[in-house]
């Protein structure tokens, strides 16, 4: 049981960015409460999020970090997909998904879902998606993976409600 306790007191002192010692003057919890009251007196510094795009790449940088999408591709995805209807070739749209996002995890993923949904169901949640990235600015919680986050959406959506039962 004492093992189990200083592994996560170990775990949580390197959390903190210190580093346990063994052969240390103090306890593991001693050492805890030092790195604690350390982390507590050092003044957070808040950084304010920096845009800008590299030259190599299409794709926007914020605070450093890659964007998985660039809005000015949405928009062009969003124009086209609005033009679609049934009968446009699975293969076009899924050009489109692809040049949005990337490869998917499977090599058929979009295809996938251009077969399964129709082009003014993906247009939808293309759509959404985009309230959501414009809102993220705005200081809402960022989406981690928009790629999965769209095929989440998509596969859950909610069910057209009947008229009559």
Not at 30 to 48: H, M, N, R, S, V
Not at 52 to 72: D, F, M
Request: glycine share 4%; hydrophobic share 35%; with cysteine.
């Amino acid at each position: 049981m004492r093992e189990y306790k200083l592994a996560a007191i170990i775990k949580k002192i390197e959390v903190l960015g210190g580093k346990y010692d063994p052969n240390s003057y103090f306890s593991a919890s001693g050492q805890l409460a030092i790195c604690e009251a350390i982390a507590e007196a050092t003044p957070i510094q808040e950084k304010t999020p920096s845009f800008s795009t590299t030259i190599n790449e299409e794709r926007p940088v914020l605070n450093g970090k890659t964007l998985l999408v660039n809005e000015k591709a949405l928009d062009a995805v969003l124009e086209k997909l609005k033009k679609c209807n049934a009968k446009t070739p699975p293969k076009e749209i899924e050009t489109l998904l692809i040049r949005l996002f990337g490869s998917g995890l499977t090599p058929s993923q979009w295809l996938r879902i251009v077969q399964n949904y129709y082009p003014r169901q993906i247009y939808w949640e293309l759509k959404h998606l985009k309230k959501r990235l414009r809102d993220e600015k705005l200081g809402w919680l960022p989406i981690r993976n928009p790629p999965a986050y769209f095929t989440h959406r998509i596969r859950f959506r909610k069910k057209r409600r009947r008229k009559y039962k």
